[in-house]
């Protein structure tokens, strides 16, 4: 930070000393005369419904209607003798009529700062602008704000502050509010969705003795009692599938997941993703259901099928594109052959042209994961299926009965971006034994993220999983994309960030 700007927040910092001075000296006036934290007002209307209902009609008509509304909400401005208020749904405005009111009240209002909280009750009107108000009839001032409001709390230079005082920024931000509204939906649209297809929802354990599920390096904690380490789940994979051979044969969560990542504009170590599994059907039918499940969220949620996101739109009313990873490779690679990349050698060498660095231990399929990732990744604009995963990096997947060197899985992209990942899951417990083991080789070898061998996991798959298809789609990218959000943080309430 420069010297100019450090003496800025000093200078900053002194006023709003100063200020909430001032307004600790109201608090204790407050203490002295009233109850300075009342509880007893309780509201019978809100804004926006106000507004909805009674904003079209004229001035005569609420005077002979004479409705009566009892609304509370903090103070954002004052405007002469308006208040204007806003609560959860929105703001309106409340009138202060001098003459109506008894001096000790009005001694009061004079004492009221925005930011404060109150209760106003009264008859609707409209002011010579046209503007929906409340006549303040009886009032009360429901909680002091001591620290003043910010003139101005958004924009890049105020992003930190926004992040680290989220509500602050709820206050101030409508957009901000409007983007965790939309979030509400789509999670409330989800459950809705596969509860009415027969999935159960379910809640598996959040700290676990063996993480598994998916290939991340997880947080560690330690069980005093217990005298045992423990682990913040990778994901909730392995017990949902337990479930579905207890006979739960449609079962979903909408699970709270924990890696001890990096962060980025598309990672925070602690986010929210929907899994779900569905007995007697394999990836093409989860991706039939998926292609359902996003346009209705467009058409239910959004009311529209054409999706804004930065300068790009995105058409989800057309069929979404399918492609296998080898053929999505030659498809943005038009100089590769099919012998350049399904050649271990070969691709190896396109791997290293590429500035990709390939380790000892790669096989031909995370070879190909590399390229795919190097180069055709952030290509992937249209809502796109990319499918056939080598079996390499598809720990948990069934293999493909025509070529075992793939897996029935796929991942679906849009904008670059990858939103979800699926699969006809791997049912035989001799071959999900062989590929815990070969994941347990590659943690030995210094792989943090490669799995643990799951014993437990493996015995529930003797008893016998019915053939099923899985799939994981995460709710905080899903919600940047349906609220054209670019980093991830904007969309997650309070994102971790480095402490001061």
Not at 66 to 73: C, D, F, H, V
Not at 150 to 172: A, C
Not at 367 to 385: A, G, Y
């Amino acid at each position: 930070m420069s010297e100019e700007n450090k003496n800025q927040e000093i200078d900053q910092s002194e006023d709003e000393n100063k200020l909430i001075a001032e307004r600790r000296k109201k608090l204790n006036y407050l203490r002295e005369n009233h109850n300075a934290f009342p509880n007893s007002f309780r509201r019978d209307s809100y804004a926006q419904d106000l507004q909805d209902e009674f904003a079209d009609k004229s001035k005569e008509e609420l005077v002979e209607l004479n409705k009566q509304a009892k609304i509370a909400g903090r103070v954002m401005a004052k405007r002469g003798p308006f208040f204007v208020l806003q609560d959860m749904t929105g703001r309106i405005q409340a009138y202060v009529d001098r003459k109506g009111l008894d001096k000790a009240q009005v001694k009061d209002i004079d004492t009221w700062d925005i930011g404060d909280i109150i209760g106003v009750e009264g008859a609707i009107n409209k002011s010579g602008k046209g503007d929906l108000y409340v006549k303040m009839e009886t009032v009360v001032l429901l909680t002091k704000s001591l620290r003043p409001l910010p003139e101005k709390f958004h924009g890049l230079t105020d992003q930190e502050q926004r992040y680290r005082k989220r509500y602050v920024d709820l206050i101030m931000n409508e957009e901000s509010r409007k983007v965790f509204h939309t979030r509400t939906k789509i999670i409330q649209y989800l459950r809705e969705f596969l509860s009415v297809r027969r999935f159960v929802e379910v809640e598996t354990p959040m700290m676990q003795v063996i993480p598994g599920g998916a290939t991340a390096r997880p947080f560690e904690t330690h069980h005093n009692a217990l005298d045992i380490p423990l682990y913040m789940r990778v994901a909730p994979e392995l017990y949902l599938k337990r479930l579905v051979v207890g006979g739960v044969e449609r079962v979903f969560e909408i699970n709270r997941n924990f890696r001890n990542e990096g962060l980025s504009t598309r990672h925070n170590p602690e986010f929210t993703m929907l899994e779900f599994y569905q007995a007697y059907a394999d990836y093409h039918d989860l991706m039939d259901l998926t292609e359902e499940m996003l346009r209705g969220i467009c058409n239910e949620v959004l009311g529209t099928t054409s999706i804004q996101y930065g300068e790009d739109t995105y058409d989800f009313s057309k069929p979404f594109t399918r492609m296998s990873v080898k053929e999505s490779i030659l498809h943005y690679n038009p100089k590769l052959t099919t012998d350049d990349i399904d050649n271990i050698g070969n691709a190896k060498l396109v791997a290293e042209q590429l500035g990709i660095h390939v380790k000892d231990n790669y096989g031909l399929g995370k070879v190909q994961i590399e390229i795919f990732e190097k180069t055709v990744e952030e290509n992937l604009k249209d809502p796109t299926f990319i499918t056939a995963y080598p079996t390499e990096v598809s720990p948990l997947a069934r293999r493909n009965n025509v070529d075992p060197f793939v897996t029935d899985r796929f991942e679906f992209f849009v904008g670059g971006r990858e939103l979800a990942n699926g699969f006809s899951e791997l049912n035989d417990s001799e071959d999900q034994a062989e590929r815990f083991k070969a994941q347990v080789a590659e943690k030995d070898a210094g792989d943090n993220e490669a799995m643990h061998f799951d014993e437990d996991y493996i015995q529930a798959l003797e008893y016998g999983l019915p053939p099923t298809a899985g799939e994981g789609i995460g709710i905080d990218r899903l919600v940047m994309l349906f609220t054209n959000s670019h980093t991830i943080r904007d969309v997650i309430l309070f994102p971790h960030m480095r402490p001061r």
